[in-house]
C-alpha cells in the first residue's frame, strides 16, 4: 500500500511538471520519481510508429536506470520492433485492449522470457499509453533484482502514470495542430512567406503607422513572367522551385525591416517602409537582374526566368491602401506589357490613376472607342476567312491607342463591360453591312466576364444583334456567321453560370470561341459543357513553340484534342512565314497574326448595297 502511494505522489509530480512545460524537458525527472516511487530497477517509454507501408513498429524513446543497470536505449534490438513478428503478439493484443503486461520473467512465454532475460529483467510491468482512444506506446518498469508480483492497486497506479504521459501527448500534438492551424491561415506553405490575409494585416498595421508618423513607404507587386508556360511544360513541380528561388530572392534583396508575402499564384508583395519611388525601383531593379541571371536548373538545363514589378508609392494621409495597392497592380501591368523582365513605377499621386480613368471615360463618352480589325486566315489557302476586332481609343491628336495601353487599366477601374459593349456592337454591325455586300466573314468579337456581369447590356447586345439580323433577312439561315470569344481564365469556377449567360446567343445561331487556350488556365470542362466551336490557341505559347520542343508538343496535344470534337484551331500571334509553316505542319486549321495583317481601323464603315429580291 505504501508503494501504490508513493507512485500516486509520483504521478501528482508528473502531472504538474507535463502541465507546465514540455516532455523533453521533464521526463527523465519524472521517470527516476517514478522508479523510485515504485522501487524497480529502470523505467522506460516506448512509442509505436507506422512504416510507409503501413507496418507497426514500436521504438524505445527515453528510461532511467539505477546504478549498476545496464542502460538498454543505446540497444538496437529496442529499435522499430515489429513486436508481433518478435514473438510478442501476446503483448500487442493486451495493450490494443488497453491492459498491462505484466509477473515474473519465469512465468512467462519462452520466446518473450528469452528475449527479456538479455536485458537481465527478472520482473516487469508494462502498462499501454493510450491518446484519446488509441494505444500509443508503453511505459515499462524493470525489476532486474527480485522476482516480484504486482499487485492490482499498484498495477492501476502504474496505469495512472501511463495516463498522464498520454494526456501530455495529446496535449502537445494539440499545441502543434494549433501551430499548424494558425501557420496555414497566416503563412504560404511554399514559399514560407506571410500568405495574403496575413500581408494586408501587417499592410494596414504600417500603413496606419506611416500616416501617423508622416512616413513614406512603397508597394512593390512581382509577377514572375509566363509562369503558366512555366507549368504546362515543365511540370508543377518546376513552377513551385521557381516560386521558390523567387520567394529567396526577394528575402536577400531586402531589408529586415520589411514585409514580403505570397500575395497569391505568381504575385508577390513587398511592403518597403519609409523608402520612395526612387529608392524602390533600384531595389527592384537588381531584383529583377539577380532573377533573370540566374535560371533554374532542371536536370542538366536551365530555365530561364524573368519577372514583371510594379511598384507604387504611398502619397500622403489622403491616400488609401486599397489605392496603393492598386496603382502597384496597374504597373505591374504595365510592366509586362512593355516587354516584360522590367519594373514600371506609377505616377507619385492617385491623379494618375483617376486620369486614367478619365481619358478612357472620356472616350466611352466621346465615342472614340473603336474597333480595329485583325484578318483571320485558312492556313492551308492563306486567304482571308474571319477576323477580329481589337479595342482602340482614337487620341484628341489622332492617334490610335492600342488595347493593350488601356485594357487592364479599364478592367481595374471597371470600366471593360463599356468598352465590350461598344466594341461587340460596331463588329455587329459591320458583319452585317459585309454580308449586305456580298462579302461573309466570320466576325470575332471579344465578350468579358465584366460583361457578362451586367445582366442589362447582355439583353441589349442581344436585341442589338436581333436589328442587325433583320438587316440581311432572307441572306443567312439559322447559323450566324457571329463568334462570341471568351478567355476561359476570367470565368475560373463558373462554367454553369457562362453557359446560362450565353444561351441566348448560342440558341439565336452565334457560335462560341475560347481565347488563349493552352496558357496554363485551360479547363476541359470548358470543352465539356460550352458548346465551343473554335480554339484559339495562346500567343505565347506559339511564339514559345517555335524553339522549344515540349511547346510544339502542347499545341499538338490541343490540336488533336479539336480534330477528336470536330472544333476549328486558330494559332494566334503569327509574325513571319515560319511560325505559320510550323503550326500549319501541327495540323493547326486557321491562324492570325502580323504576319497575315495588322489591326486596321476602317476609315469608314462599309456602306450597305441595295439587294434586290
Same mark, same amino acid.
Not at 507497426?56 to 508481433?84: F, K, Y
Given at each position: 500500500?505504501?508503494?501504490?502511494?508513493?507512485?500516486?505522489?509520483?504521478?501528482?509530480?508528473?502531472?504538474?511538471?507535463?502541465?507546465?512545460?514540455?516532455?523533453?524537458?521533464?521526463?527523465?525527472?519524472?521517470?527516476?520519481?517514478l522508479?523510485?516511487?515504485?522501487?524497480?530497477?529502470?523505467?522506460?517509454?516506448?512509442?509505436?510508429?507506422?512504416?510507409?507501408?503501413?507496418e507497426l513498429?514500436?521504438?524505445?524513446?527515453?528510461?532511467?536506470?539505477?546504478?549498476?543497470?545496464?542502460?538498454?536505449?543505446?540497444?538496437?534490438?529496442?529499435?522499430?520492433?515489429?513486436?508481433?513478428?518478435? /514473438?510478442? !503478439?501476446?503483448?500487442?493484443?493486451? @495493450?490494443?485492449?488497453? +491492459?498491462?503486461?505484466?509477473?515474473? %520473467?519465469?512465468? *512467462?512465454? =519462452?520466446?518473450?522470457?528469452?528475449?527479456?532475460?538479455?536485458?537481465?529483467?527478472?520482473?516487469?510491468?508494462?502498462?499501454?499509453?493510450?491518446?484519446?482512444?488509441?494505444?500509443?506506446?508503453?511505459?515499462?518498469?524493470?525489476?532486474?533484482l527480485?522476482?516480484?508480483?504486482?499487485?492490482?492497486?499498484?498495477?492501476?497506479?502504474?496505469?495512472?502514470?501511463?495516463?498522464?504521459? /498520454?494526456? !501530455?501527448?495529446?496535449?502537445?500534438? @494539440?499545441?502543434?495542430? +494549433?501551430?499548424?492551424?494558425?501557420? %496555414?491561415?497566416? *503563412?504560404? =506553405?511554399?514559399?514560407?512567406?506571410?500568405?495574403?490575409?496575413?500581408m494586408?494585416?501587417?499592410?494596414?498595421?504600417?500603413?496606419?503607422?506611416?500616416?501617423?508618423?508622416?512616413?513614406?513607404?512603397?508597394?512593390?507587386?512581382?509577377?514572375?513572367?509566363?509562369?503558366?508556360l512555366?507549368?504546362?511544360?515543365?511540370?508543377?513541380?518546376?513552377?513551385?522551385?521557381?516560386?521558390?528561388?523567387? !520567394?529567396?530572392?526577394?528575402?536577400?534583396?531586402?531589408?529586415?525591416?520589411?514585409?514580403?508575402?505570397?500575395?497569391?499564384?505568381?504575385?508577390?508583395?513587398?511592403?518597403?517602409?519609409?523608402?520612395?519611388?526612387?529608392?524602390?525601383?533600384?531595389?527592384?531593379?537588381?531584383?529583377?537582374?539577380?532573377?533573370?541571371?540566374?535560371?533554374?536548373?532542371?536536370?542538366?538545363?536551365?530555365?530561364?526566368?524573368?519577372?514583371?514589378?510594379?511598384?507604387?508609392?504611398?502619397?500622403?494621409?489622403?491616400?488609401?491602401?486599397?489605392?496603393?495597392?492598386?496603382?502597384?497592380?496597374?504597373?505591374?501591368?504595365?510592366?509586362k506589357?512593355?516587354?516584360?523582365?522590367?519594373v514600371?513605377?506609377?505616377?507619385?499621386?492617385?491623379?494618375?490613376?483617376?486620369s486614367?480613368?478619365?481619358?478612357?471615360?472620356?472616350?466611352?463618352?466621346?465615342?472614340?472607342?473603336?474597333?480595329?480589325?485583325?484578318?483571320?486566315?485558312?492556313?492551308?489557302?492563306?486567304?482571308?476567312?474571319?477576323?477580329?476586332?481589337?479595342?482602340?481609343?482614337?487620341?484628341?491628336?489622332?492617334?490610335?491607342?492600342?488595347?493593350?495601353?488601356?485594357?487592364?487599366?479599364?478592367?481595374?477601374?471597371q470600366?471593360?463591360?463599356?468598352?465590350?459593349?461598344?466594341?461587340?456592337?460596331?463588329?455587329?454591325?459591320?458583319?452585317?453591312?459585309?454580308i449586305?455586300?456580298?462579302?461573309?466573314?466570320?466576325?470575332?468579337?471579344?465578350?468579358?466576364?465584366?460583361?457578362?456581369?451586367?445582366?442589362?447590356?447582355?439583353?441589349d447586345?442581344?436585341?442589338?444583334?436581333?436589328?442587325?439580323?433583320?438587316?440581311?433577312?432572307?441572306?443567312l439561315?439559322?447559323?450566324?456567321?457571329?463568334?462570341?470569344?471568351?478567355?476561359?481564365?476570367?470565368?475560373?469556377?463558373?462554367?454553369?453560370?457562362?453557359?446560362?449567360?450565353?444561351?441566348?446567343?448560342?440558341?439565336?445561331g452565334?457560335?462560341?470561341?475560347?481565347?488563349?487556350?493552352?496558357?496554363?488556365?485551360?479547363?476541359?470542362?470548358?470543352?465539356?459543357?460550352?458548346?465551343?466551336?473554335?480554339?484559339?490557341?495562346?500567343?505565347?505559347?506559339v511564339?514559345?513553340?517555335?524553339?522549344?520542343?515540349?511547346?510544339?508538343?502542347?499545341?499538338?496535344?490541343?490540336?488533336?484534342?479539336?480534330?477528336?470534337?470536330?472544333?476549328?484551331?486558330?494559332?494566334?500571334?503569327?509574325?513571319?512565314?515560319?511560325?505559320?509553316?510550323?503550326?500549319?505542319?501541327?495540323?493547326?486549321?486557321?491562324?492570325?497574326?502580323?504576319?497575315?495583317?495588322?489591326?486596321?481601323?476602317?476609315?469608314?464603315?462599309?456602306?450597305?448595297?441595295?439587294?434586290?429580291?
Amino acid at each position: 500500500m505504501e508503494r501504490t502511494s508513493a507512485v500516486l505522489e509520483a504521478v501528482g509530480f508528473a502531472a504538474e511538471c507535463l502541465g507546465r512545460g514540455s516532455w523533453d524537458n521533464h521526463v527523465k525527472t519524472i521517470l527516476a520519481k517514478l522508479a523510485s516511487a515504485a522501487d524497480v530497477s529502470r523505467v522506460y517509454v516506448f512509442e509505436n510508429h507506422l512504416t510507409p507501408a503501413g507496418e507497426l513498429l514500436t521504438s524505445q524513446r527515453c528510461e532511467w536506470v539505477a546504478e549498476g543497470i545496464t542502460p538498454q536505449l543505446d540497444n538496437q534490438d529496442l529499435q522499430n520492433i515489429d513486436i508481433e513478428a518478435m /514473438g510478442f !503478439a501476446r503483448w500487442k493484443q493486451l @495493450m490494443q485492449r488497453h +491492459e498491462p503486461v505484466y509477473g515474473v %520473467l519465469k512465468e *512467462f512465454p =519462452d520466446v518473450e522470457r528469452e528475449f527479456l532475460e538479455a536485458q537481465d529483467i527478472r520482473s516487469v510491468a508494462v502498462v499501454p499509453i493510450i491518446v484519446g482512444k488509441d494505444w500509443w506506446g508503453m511505459l515499462g518498469f524493470d525489476d532486474c533484482l527480485h522476482e516480484r508480483h504486482w499487485s492490482r492497486t499498484e498495477l492501476e497506479a502504474l496505469s495512472a502514470a501511463a495516463n498522464i504521459f /498520454g494526456a !501530455a501527448v495529446q496535449h502537445r500534438r @494539440m499545441a502543434a495542430l +494549433e501551430r499548424r492551424l494558425i501557420r %496555414l491561415a497566416n *503563412f504560404d =506553405d511554399l514559399s514560407g512567406l506571410p500568405n495574403r490575409r496575413a500581408m494586408r494585416e501587417v499592410m494596414e498595421r504600417e500603413h496606419a503607422r506611416a500616416t501617423r508618423m508622416g512616413h513614406p513607404y512603397c508597394i512593390a507587386i512581382v509577377d514572375v513572367d509566363r509562369f503558366k508556360l512555366i507549368n504546362d511544360i515543365y511540370g508543377h513541380r518546376t513552377g513551385d522551385d521557381v516560386l521558390t528561388r523567387i !520567394a529567396e530572392n526577394l528575402r536577400d534583396q531586402l531589408r529586415d525591416g520589411d514585409w514580403i508575402g505570397r500575395w497569391g499564384g505568381e504575385e508577390f508583395l513587398c511592403f518597403l517602409y519609409e523608402t520612395d519611388n526612387d529608392q524602390a525601383r533600384l531595389v527592384m531593379d537588381r531584383l529583377c537582374r539577380n532573377i533573370a541571371s540566374t535560371p533554374v536548373a532542371l536536370g542538366e538545363i536551365g530555365i530561364d526566368v524573368t519577372a514583371s514589378v510594379g511598384v507604387a508609392q504611398y502619397a500622403g494621409p489622403d491616400d488609401s491602401l486599397e489605392s496603393v495597392v492598386m496603382r502597384a497592380d496597374v504597373a505591374m501591368y504595365r510592366a509586362k506589357r512593355d516587354g516584360r523582365n522590367r519594373v514600371h513605377v506609377a505616377e507619385n499621386d492617385r491623379r494618375h490613376a483617376y486620369s486614367q480613368a478619365g481619358q478612357i471615360q472620356t472616350a466611352l463618352n466621346d465615342a472614340r472607342v473603336v474597333a480595329a480589325y485583325q484578318p483571320i486566315v485558312d492556313l492551308k489557302t492563306r486567304e482571308i476567312i474571319a477576323e477580329e476586332s481589337l479595342a482602340r481609343i482614337e487620341c484628341m491628336d489622332g492617334t490610335l491607342l492600342s488595347a493593350q495601353n488601356f485594357i487592364d487599366e479599364a478592367s481595374q477601374l471597371q470600366l471593360l463591360h463599356k468598352v465590350d459593349s461598344i466594341l461587340m456592337k460596331q463588329s455587329m454591325e459591320r458583319c452585317a453591312s459585309r454580308i449586305l455586300n456580298g462579302t461573309v466573314y466570320r466576325q470575332f468579337g471579344n465578350l468579358s466576364a465584366d460583361l457578362l456581369r451586367h445582366p442589362e447590356l447582355v439583353q441589349d447586345l442581344l436585341d442589338f444583334a436581333m436589328s442587325q439580323c433583320l438587316r440581311c433577312s432572307g441572306l443567312l439561315g439559322e447559323e450566324k456567321p457571329f463568334v462570341i470569344e471568351i478567355t476561359e481564365r476570367e470565368f475560373m469556377g463558373d462554367v454553369r453560370k457562362v453557359q446560362n449567360i450565353l444561351a441566348p446567343f448560342l440558341d439565336f445561331g452565334m457560335k462560341l470561341a475560347i481565347d488563349d487556350f493552352g496558357s496554363g488556365y485551360s479547363s476541359f470542362r470548358y470543352l465539356a459543357l460550352l458548346p465551343v466551336t473554335y480554339l484559339k490557341i495562346d500567343g505565347e505559347l506559339v511564339t514559345l513553340a517555335k524553339t522549344e520542343t515540349r511547346a510544339r508538343s502542347i499545341v499538338r496535344s490541343i490540336q488533336h484534342t479539336a480534330e477528336t470534337l470536330g472544333l476549328t484551331t486558330v494559332a494566334e500571334c503569327i509574325e513571319d512565314e515560319k511560325t505559320a509553316d510550323m503550326v500549319e505542319a501541327l495540323g493547326v486549321d486557321w491562324a492570325q497574326g502580323l504576319y497575315f495583317g495588322a489591326p486596321e481601323v476602317p476609315a469608314v464603315l462599309e456602306p450597305a448595297r441595295t439587294m434586290t429580291h
